[in-house]
């Protein structure tokens, strides 16, 4: 099987490398259009502001590239808000895969800490992403601007409001959990994306 990871200015690619190794794939991490198109199974992950990423993704021209991908795609944290139509963060222009618009968390109280960052419980799971996986889980999350609920979202997470902590569209997957760092759960999730075909 070959999997490829996406090479762009973003952080985090490597804990998705280990993560993958630990289930016995040993990836690629390549901007080359014609190895992302072969690939059997395509992560985008990262950690990164939208405006500065989407810039350079639009300037190699891999925005476009990865619109067109035909394989199961999964993007992870900042690759699910990449994957939107657009976000406040900068107020730019996103790939548009997922036709909403990524908002930036309203902190209402001195409690609600911003960026989002810890363990969070799913809501509402569905669909062969969460299989083995039980309602109310718990997986880890860094954010500040997260996704609202939409005809997309396939599980739910809620701090400050309900957002969307996973989605679905065509060969499209994305989390904005991270699956790498979500021990066993996480494992599971990633387990069950490389066996779709």
């Known amino acids: 099987m070959e999997v490829a990871i996406v090479k762009y200015n973003a952080g985090n690619i490597f804990s998705v490398v280990n993560a993958l190794r630990r289930l016995g ?4 991490i390549t901007d080359d259009p014609e190895r ?3 690939a059997d199974h395509v992560l985008f992950p990262g950690q990164g502001n939208a405006k500065t990423t989407m810039g350079y993704l639009h300037e190699h021209r891999l925005d476009q590239l990865i619109r067109e991908l ?28 997922f036709p909403v618009e990524v908002k930036r ?6 409690e609600e800490k911003v960026p989002a960052m810890g ?14 996986i039980k309602p109310q ?7 500040s601007y997260y996704v609202p609920v939409c005809e997309q979202t396939i599980a739910r997470a809620d701090y400050i409001l309900p957002y969307s902590a996973a989605m679905h569209q065509g060969n499209f997957w994305a989390t904005q959990f991270h699956p790498e760092k979500s ?13 779709m075909k």
């Not at 021990?183 to 069950?192: A, H, I, M, Y």
Request: one cysteine or more; charged letters at 25%; glycine letters at 10%.
């Open 137 to 143: 889980d718990f997986v880890y999350f860094v954010h």
């Open 119 to 132: 363990w969070n419980a799913l809501y509402n799971t569905r669909g062969p992403l969460f299989k083995g």
């Open 183 to 195: 021990g066993k759960v996480g494992e599971r999730l990633l387990d069950n994306f490389l066996s």
């Open 105 to 110: 968390f309203c902190p209402e109280c001195h």
């Open 36 to 38: 992302l198109q072969r």
């Open 70 to 97: 035909r394989q199961p795609v999964l993007g992870i944290c900042v690759g699910q808000q990449l994957l939107c139509r657009h976000s406040e963060e900068g107020d730019v222009d996103c790939i548009g895969v």
């Open 25 to 28: 794939i040993e990836p690629e």
